[in-house]
């Protein structure tokens, strides 16, 4: 069974700091991994997709890949109330066909004023 | 406005009763997917699409069907709704070139009880 794992939080950080999101994934075969942010009672939104290895910032977001590890990290810089939510990593599942994406169960990010 | 649309949004009905969730897309996407979420078991794919008489099973597909006879509807049919499939189910669509690689975009989601 191919995995996204996520630790689940909740992940508390005072306003104006660095949130780290981490995830893992399982299936070696993916190449394409995003990053969602849902809040409560609201669709997922794509906050960042990254497909090669290293770092992809956008604006206040970077998102690190390291396939060696089988890992993928969202960073938020400067972290504003509003960007307390769940937010959802997902991969690429490549062993069937291209359609399949694989969520991790999300992680609680609460920051607090 | 670019969107994909959902219908209804709340739904409750009761065991084995057939229904239908319909899903729109004006973006004219190639791909479209069904995902549902439950409290920690996180978002799930039910079905997708990657183009207009193509789908394919995601990784909860029992007691579903779908189907895409046009570009821009993607409707989830359930046969014989049992309570085990209340949740709150989510469409998306994506531009499709490159299947799920491709950012999603999902609708506003509905919720349904099956009692």
């Known amino acids: 069974q191919k995995e996204v794992e996520q630790n689940s939080g909740p992940l508390s950080v005072p306003e104006g700091a660095i949130a780290s999101l981490n995830c893992t994934y399982s299936?070696?075969?993916?190449?394409?991994f995003f990053w969602y942010r849902q809040y409560s009672g609201k669709s997922p939104e794509l906050i960042m997709f990254?497909?090669?290895?290293g770092d992809k910032e956008d604006g206040r977001f970077t998102a690190q890949l390291n396939k060696a590890s089988q890992y993928v990290s969202l960073l938020i810089r400067d972290s504003q109330p509003s960007d307390s939510a769940t937010y959802l990593c997902?991969?690429?599942?490549?062993?069937?066909?291209?359609?399949?994406?694989?969520f991790g169960k999300g992680t609680k990010l609460s920051v607090k004023p | 406005e670019a969107q994909v649309t959902q219908n209804p949004r709340y739904l409750i009905t009761v065991t084995g009763k057939k229904l239908t969730v319909t899903c729109s897309q004006n973006m004219n996407h190639e791909y479209m997917s069904w995902y549902r979420q439950d409290p920690g078991l996180g978002l799930r794919q039910i079905y997708y699409?990657?183009?207009?008489?193509?789908?394919d099973k995601g990784d909860v597909p029992e007691g579903y069907k779908v189907s895409r006879k046009e570009k821009r509807n993607f409707p989830l049919i359930l046969e014989s709704p049992s309570p085990n499939q209340t949740s709150l189910y989510f469409c998306?669509?994506?531009?499709?070139?490159?299947?799920?690689?491709?950012?999603?975009?999902f609708g506003p989601g509905t919720r349904l009880t099956v009692l």
């Open positions: 299936d070696r075969g993916s190449q394409s």
């Open positions: 699409s990657m183009n207009v008489e193509v789908t």
């Open positions: 997902a991969a690429t599942d490549y062993g069937g066909s291209q359609g399949n994406l694989i």
């Open positions: 990254i497909y090669s290895n």
């Open positions: 998306a669509s994506s531009l499709g070139t490159s299947g799920a690689s491709d950012t999603q975009y």
